[in-house]
């Protein structure tokens, strides 16, 4: 499985800047410092949230906002919440999700008082995509357009994401038992596919970007939605009544863990996932396979690649 199998479909990109009244915005303008941020959806809430290394706490206006912000200590590092008091933001990132099928959130940074949203998506979409960032500027005060043009590919997205912290590339993988593979809406897809989750969700089932090598014959039967035919692109949802993965979102979510490239496989009777993220919230990942290789000993769960991402 690659990273790069569903990005190489998705040939624009676009960066979102948003000022204002927003959470941590003035703090970061005075300290003068970038912070690597999480966006999660809910079906009627969009939270943020900031880790921040431990040893950053030594500083002493940090420290004050640790406490101020009610943040939680996990491991090395920091954790602080914020639920989006903006309703008109929820429900224009909400519609242009809905609008546009192929974006992917990949990334949100809060650098000396803005925000910068970075999204993938697939040129067969740009007149929806430019409807909405139109729609969007009247409706929002402070939102523009940092960058919209051509993908430059996932690691010169994410060589953005270096100068802010160390990166590490996971892989991991677990059996599908057989009782389980027949209840699965992982047989509505051929034998194999890769997909890639458009977004981090509060814990429910979250939609997905998904490339075959076989057309998938019948799709809408399936509520399988085809996106660019001719590259085998399709949007999908396991939706939550999906165990194993509806626990892996929710444990995800419990311990806040930032990813990007989100990718999730299937192959010779084994789902295959990986991700990049942030080398701190590591071991918070790794707590939250864990917890799921417990509760479900019978998915034979295993790592199959932890590396620096370069």
């Not at 079906?43 to 030594?58: K, T, V």
């Not at 599908?176 to 051929?190: D, H, Q, W």
Request: proline share 4%; charged share 25%; hydrophobic share 40%.
């Amino acid at each position: 499985m690659d990273l790069n199998e569903v990005d190489a479909a998705l040939d624009m990109r676009i960066i979102y800047s948003i000022t204002g009244n927003l959470p941590v915005a003035e703090f970061t303008k005075r300290l003068s410092i970038n912070l690597q941020s999480g966006l999660h959806f809910g079906a009627d809430s969009l939270e943020l949230s900031f880790f921040i290394p431990e040893e950053l706490a030594a500083n002493r206006e940090i420290s004050i906002f640790l406490a101020q912000s009610n943040a939680t200590k996990q491991g090395n590092v920091y954790f602080s919440n914020f639920e989006m008091a903006t309703e008109d933001l929820h429900d224009s990132l909400k519609d242009a999700i809905e609008d546009s099928k192929t974006t992917v959130l990949d990334n949100m940074v809060l650098s000396k008082g803005t925000y910068y949203l970075s999204c993938r998506f697939h040129s067969s979409e740009l007149k929806t995509v430019t409807k909405n960032v139109l729609r969007f500027s009247r409706k929002l005060d402070g939102l523009s357009v940092k960058y919209l043009g051509p993908n430059p590919g996932m690691k010169s997205i994410m060589d953005d994401v270096k100068e802010i912290t160390k990166l590490k590339e996971i892989l991991w993988q677990a059996k599908v038992p057989g009782e389980a593979l027949k209840n699965s809406p992982f047989t509505l897809l051929p034998d194999y596919w890769v997909l890639e989750s458009r977004y981090m969700t509060t814990g429910q089932g979250v939609s997905e970007l998904v490339r075959t090598k076989e057309k998938i014959r019948n799709p809408e039967e399936h509520g399988i939605l085809e996106l660019v035919p001719e590259l085998n692109l399709y949007e999908f949802s396991f939706g939550p009544e999906d165990p194993f993965l509806k626990g892996f979102f929710s444990y995800l979510y419990e311990t806040r863990v930032i990813r990007f490239c989100r990718i999730f496989g299937f192959d010779g009777g084994y789902l295959k996932i990986g991700s990049l993220l942030p080398e701190v919230l590591l071991d918070n990942y790794l707590a939250s396979i864990a917890l799921l290789a417990d509760q479900f000993p019978e998915w034979e769960v295993s790592m199959t690649k932890v590396v620096d991402f370069e």
